[in-house]
């Protein structure tokens, strides 16, 4: 490879001096890398900038005219946005597009070009669908451009001409030093030569950048954190360019879009939907790109290997090597004719090319088919069963979904139908594959949920039979729990295009006696349904499958499949009652009418607009379970953020407390009520001696309204004490005393009577950690509101706030704050009201409720949300003195409040949260869950503060650590896209930029782990 040899090696300032003689251009030079040549930016005073480029001695001038050609075709083209992601060439001095300069002895061709904005895409971490898609679309335009350029300096043999794969790899593979890697380029490439060399003549042919690498390709734009660098912004380096077929255009630039990314098929298949939009491609040409993205990637290795003993000392030629190898086993693990069909999904085609014939011929031959089981299904009397995500035949808990109760469930179904036979699932996504087999690499990755076949339900032992005519394809006994136990594929033909038919979950005599190639006739019995365990610990059913393509599987072929790979599995996997015939199954693909856009539409409607909805892309939740929400599609998303489920969502002892309850009584107070005087018996003994009366309510809102009655009735006073930023409630009166609400948009400020002090904010309020007694300065301003009220003819009704203020941005209080302010509001004769909605039943892990943290008791406390874990409660808990002063004559009724199930659920809440230990539990998680926040911190100058206690947790984000600037767009920007990830989590505080982590009670040490584990990965591809 002489061209390395012939390399220039000018110096930075040889190459200043190289503009200024040349161009008269006055600049600091900076070597950029290169392989055969060199580059160097050239910073002007003013910030404008060039690109100084010196050819390898071994170039010849007409190629560089090429080069010079096509830039100028780039520049004229009347698509200015397309034109301003090219460099624009400058000419000398005297006028010369190529320019001489002498150095070292040679004479160096030199070109002065436009030095273009972005950055290498290969330091772009975070590369979204929109980035690849782009990238793919400016290749397709770039080809559309040079469709007819054709100097004559470009029609040559070049050592990195993707059509020259095969030579590269047979003389290079052998330098490959690393043993696994050589065998990983060696398969790949076999494939290659089998698969795709010999279609590469027929394809069509033109000039092509062909070396759309990810440093040659620049990104940027972007007016918000969500869209920054996340379009293509350049194409840089036409030294490659030649004559090639024109896939491999699109070939290189996926190649190195896989790079780096947990699904390297998904990033080729958005490089590829964004080119083929532009420039369509051929069916031929989609069946040799994966073969093709694979051997670019073995020839950079091959030559990589070459290079690196001409020169070592070259860190530029292995710059894409760790990502490649990282890259090759995962692609080698992908079948080839599945990346196919992907690919051609993502070009817009039926991705099993076969899949439309044999789908025609099963219907035109259906009358014919032979019945499956020993029923007519065209006439049965079935059960459909629904078995999806939010079907409450599923359980939340996976052992309720164990053979034994689900078989028990689905035959009651059975049998309250009057039917002789149940039949559910195609297409249907489903939440109990649990097993590690279909799970993804990480505790949050998509897992397979999308089952692929139609479940016939029918005692165990029950006879199955041939559909049709075929042959044994093949057979096994798959014995790991949830797989299909024994199995059978049967092979057929659809004229001369076989397809197959696999029937699982059978019995082990179903096997005895098979042959591999053995002839089966249409309505031959060929096996039974089994019982578990044998048949992979299921309940009694045959999963019935059609499918087209085996992608070389023996037998044990998937049954389900990712939510993102839906289509692609529909057309392997088509429809099995294109055999079965059974009439009044759901259509396929099911209808949209519940689909997340329809859904949003529908919202969008018959809901008011200021009925927040969460994320930039919202979620359509239909199950819940602990610590975890499922979408539509069976995607499981780790919940940080809903305290409401305290105790877990859908806790089957509360459930069952409502449901038993519902099921014989709910009524209100008026009536004398066991259940009533349990819970307040109960939840007052969890208090403090003096804090024993009881009133329900069915909100925290409620809640707070009555507190301010009772403390009105109590004082006969009405001026109040709020903290800045404080939220208690979306009733008139609550949003009076709300500063969060009424100080914001749509807000009319606090009334009179209303008084603000500062949020005890020891991180960026005005006293903060490091100032003496913080705790104590800030009680002395709740002391000036007092003396500036007793200088007026207005008494003091009292102070109200959380005791860890939530909205305000999780702020935990300082020592001696509560403490003093108690003090002082009592000896003016107010009333102290502790909002502890958030924070009560043992969410901060020290103490059941907040307020022991700071060794008070208030005289009034408000509880909420979490009190019957999602059950609609509230509750103020205060002494017979102030209970008695609100017993005025007014009699107090709340429908709701206090209902029998109500108290039904709150008091499973109260023994689950007790006898579960989870105040402990909090503790525990918490401190776990602060530490390796705090070791976050350590090592993202964005996080600014963490605080918290137990699982009420905030992260406050910050653009500087000396000025606080809040990083709202930041904080909005992570919660979007954690949840992208699998992580739910809001973001408060006056600033909106503290990320508020507040599970449900279980949320335990491996998912904190994985909370910042996902944190720490938003953080660096998006801000270091």
């Known amino acids: 490879m002489p061209a390395l040899e012939q390399a220039p090696q000018l110096t930075a300032a040889s190459a200043a001096a190289a503009a200024l003689e040349l161009y008269g251009v006055k600049a600091t030079a900076t070597a950029l890398p290169s392989e055969r040549d060199q580059n160097f930016k050239l910073s002007l005073p003013d910030g404008a900038a060039y690109v100084l480029k010196v050819a390898n001695l071994h170039e010849a001038n007409p190629l560089l005219d090429a080069e010079n050609s096509a830039m100028q075709l780039f520049a004229s083209c009347p698509d200015t946005a397309l034109a301003a992601k090219f460099p624009k060439l400058f000419r000398t001095l005297s006028g010369q597009a190529i320019g001489q300069f002498k150095s070292n002895g040679a004479n160096h061709s030199v070109r002065l070009i436009s030095f273009l904005p972005g950055v290498p895409l290969a330091t772009v971490k975070r590369q979204s669908a929109e980035l690849l898609q782009d990238l793919g679309a400016t290749a397709a335009a770039l080809d559309v451009v040079l469709a007819d350029f054709k100097p004559a300096a470009i029609q040559r043999k070049f050592v990195w001409d993707l059509a020259g794969a095969a030579g590269i790899v047979n003389e290079h593979a052998g330098l490959v030093r690393d043993t696994a890697l ?206 999806s995500v939010g079907s409450a035949l599923l359980a939340g808990d996976e052992r309720e979904n164990a053979a034994g109760p689900l078989t028990e469930r689905l035959f009651a179904q059975l049998h309250n139908a009057g039917a002789s036979i149940g039949i559910n699932g195609y297409d249907e996504a489903r939440v109990f594959y649990t097993s590690a087999a279909f799970a993804g690499p990480t505790p949050l990755s998509e897992t397979r949920t999308i089952h692929m076949a139609i479940d016939l339900t029918l005692p165990a032992g029950a006879a199955l039979y041939a559909p049709l005519a075929g042959v044994v394809h093949g057979f096994v006994d798959a014995t790991d729990r949830l797989d299909y136990g024994p199995v059978i594929v049967l092979r057929h033909m659809a004229g001369d295009t076989p397809f197959y038919t696999l029937y699982g979950h059978l019995s082990r005599e179903s096997l005895a006696g098979l042959r591999v190639g053995a002839p089966v006739a249409r309505g031959e019995r060929i096996a039974w349904i089994g019982a578990a365990p044998i048949n992979g610990d299921w309940w009694p059913h045959v999963h019935f499958q059609i499918i087209t393509d085996m992608l070389d599987i023996a037998c044990n072929f998937n049954g389900s499949a990712l939510a993102s790979q839906r289509e692609v599995w529909r057309s392997i996997s088509p429809d099995p009652n294109l055999i079965l015939g059974i009439l009044g199954l759901p259509a396929t693909p099911r209808p949209a009418a519940h689909s997340t856009p329809a859904l949003l539409a529908s919202r969008s409607r018959h809901i008011g607009r200021n009925v927040s909805i969460s994320y930039r892309q919202p979620l359509q939740i239909v199950r819940g379970w602990m610590q975890h929400l499922y979408d539509e599609s069976g995607r499981r998303y780790l919940d940080a953020y809903n305290n409401v489920p305290h105790v877990g969502h859908c806790h089957p002892r509360v459930v069952r407390a409502m449901q038993a309850q519902l099921a014989v009584l709910n009524t209100n107070t008026r009536y004398l009520q066991r259940q009533l005087a349990e819970y307040s018996e109960q939840l007052t003994a969890l208090f403090p001696a003096q804090l024993r009366v009881c009133f329900f309510t069915a909100s925290g809102s409620e809640a707070n309204e009555l507190a301010l009655r009772l403390a009105r009735a109590h004082t006969r006073q009405q001026q109040l004490i709020v903290m800045e930023a404080a939220y208690h409630g979306h009733t008139s009166t609550l949003i009076d005393i709300s500063p969060y609400k009424h100080d914001g948009p749509g807000g009319s400020g606090a009334p009179a009577w209303v008084h603000k002090t500062l949020v005890p904010d020891v991180y960026r309020g005005r006293f903060r950690a490091g100032a003496a007694d913080a705790g104590s300065q800030y009680a002395a301003h709740v002391g000036s509101i007092i003396t500036q009220l007793q200088q007026q003819p207005h008494g003091l009704c009292g102070f109200i706030s959380e005791t860890c203020p939530s909205v305000a941005g999780q702020i935990m209080l300082p020592a001696g704050y509560l403490a003093e302010v108690y003090r002082l509001v009592r000896a003016a004769g107010g009333v102290c009201i502790a909002d502890e909605v958030q924070t009560g039943f043992g969410r901060v892990g020290t103490h059941f409720w907040a307020f022991e943290q700071h060794a008070v008791v208030p005289d009034i406390i408000v509880l909420g949300k979490p009190m019957g874990n999602g059950y609609p409660m509230g509750a103020v808990i205060t002494t017979p003195e102030i209970a008695n002063s609100f017993a005025n004559g007014m009699e107090y009724f709340s429908t709701f409040g206090g209902s029998t199930a109500a108290c039904a659920a709150g008091l499973a809440t109260l023994h689950v949260t007790m006898e579960e230990k989870l105040q402990a539990h909090a503790l525990h998680t918490g401190t776990h869950l602060l530490a390796a926040l705090r070791a976050l911190q350590t090592r993202h100058a964005l996080i600014g503060d963490v605080r918290g206690s137990g699982l009420f947790v905030g992260v406050e984000l910050v653009r500087d650590r000396i000025t606080l600037e809040p990083a709202s767009t930041e904080a909005a920007f992570i919660s979007d896209r954690m949840r992208e990830l699998g992580v739910l989590l809001g973001t408060d505080g006056p600033h909106h930029n503290v990320l508020k982590i507040r599970p449900p009670m279980p949320f335990d040490t491996q998912n904190a782990a994985a909370l910042v584990d996902v944190l720490e990965r938003v953080l660096t591809e998006d801000f270091t």
């Open 182 to 387: 050589q065998t990983l380029v060696r398969q790949l490439h076999a494939n290659y030569l089998e698969h795709a060399q010999p279609l590469l003549a027929a394809l069509p042919q033109q000039a092509i950048h062909s070396d759309l690498n990810d440093y040659n390709v620049l990104a940027g734009g972007g007016a918000d954190l969500q869209s920054r660098n996340q379009s293509i912004t350049g194409i840089v380096d036409f030294g490659d360019m030649l004559i090639s077929q024109r896939i491999n255009e699109l070939a290189v630039a996926a190649a190195y879009a896989v790079l780096g990314k947990a699904d390297p098929l998904a990033a080729a298949g958005h490089v590829v939907r964004g080119y083929h939009r532009i420039n369509p491609l051929s069916e031929s040409e989609i069946a040799v790109l994966f073969h093709l993205i694979n051997a670019r990637l073995c020839m950079s290795t091959c030559l990589a290997a070459y290079q690196q003993r001409q020169r070592p000392e070259d860190a530029y030629l292995s710059i894409s090597q760790h990502a490649i190898q990282s890259a090759l086993p995962q692609l080698a693990g992908i079948h080839p004719r599945f990346a196919h069909y992907m690919l051609r999904h993502a070009c817009g085609l039926e991705p099993v090319p076969h899949t439309a014939h044999v789908v025609q011929w099963l219907r035109q031959n259906q009358p014919g088919f032979a019945s499956v089981v020993d029923l007519d299904l065209r006439s049965v009397r079935a059960a459909q069963f629904d078995l």
